[in-house]
C-alpha cells in the first residue's frame, strides 16, 4: 500500500525512515512491489495450501522457481537501493534501527525461499521429486565397455 500513495502516517514514516527507495521517481521500485503483490502473494497462496493437504508434487518445482524470482528480485533491489548513483536521499539507511529494519525484511525475502525450497527437496513423499533438475542431469549410458552421455530428459 505504500508504494500506491498511501497516506496513512505509519505509511509515509516507513517511507522517509526505513525505506526511501520507494519512492525513487524511475518508478523500478514500485514495479518490483507490485509484482511481490501480484505473483509472489499468489505463490504464497498456493504454498500454504500446499503446506496444509501435503502430497502436492507440484511444490518442489515451483518452490525452486519462486527462489529463483525471489533472488533476482532482492538482488537487484536491494542493489539499486545501495547504488552510489541513486541519490543520497533515497538510499537504504547506513546505520541503526532503520538499517537493522531495512536488512531484516529484504534479507528474509531472499533467503526464507531458498530455505523453503531446501526443505521441500528433503521431504519427497509430501512434495515430490523435483523434475526442474532431474531433467537437466546428463544420462549416461554404457554398453560394451564404451561411455556415452545423452542429454537429459524427465521420464
Not at 505504500?2 to 497516506?7: D, E, I, Q, R, S
Not at 528480485?73 to 537493522?100: D, M, N, V, W
Request: hydrophobic share 40%.
Amino acid at each position: 500500500m505504500t508504494v500506491l500513495g498511501g497516506n496513512a502516517e505509519t505509511m509515509k514514516e516507513y517511507h522517509r525512515i526505513y525505506e526511501p527507495y520507494l519512492l525513487d521517481p524511475t518508478n523500478f521500485p514500485k514495479f518490483q512491489i507490485l509484482t511481490y503483490g501480484y505473483f509472489f502473494f499468489a505463490y504464497y497462496l498456493s504454498a500454504v495450501y500446499g503446506l496444509l493437504y501435503p502430497g502436492q508434487h507440484w511444490m518442489a518445482d515451483w518452490s525452486i522457481i519462486h527462489a529463483g524470482a525471489a533472488a533476482q528480485a532482492q538482488f537487484t533491489y536491494i542493489f539499486g537501493s545501495c547504488h552510489h548513483r541513486t541519490p543520497i536521499s533515497l538510499q537504504c539507511p547506513k546505520e541503526g534501527a532503520p538499517a537493522l529494519v531495512f536488512w531484516t525484511i529484504n534479507l528474509t525475502l531472499l533467503l526464507v525461499p531458498h530455505l523453503f525450497t531446501w526443505w521441500c527437496s528433503k521431504d519427497v513423499e509430501s512434495f515430490g521429486n523435483t523434475h526442474t533438475l532431474e531433467g537437466s542431469k546428463p544420462v549416461v549410458e554404457q554398453t560394451n565397455g564404451t561411455t556415452k552421455i545423452k542429454s537429459g530428459k524427465i521420464a
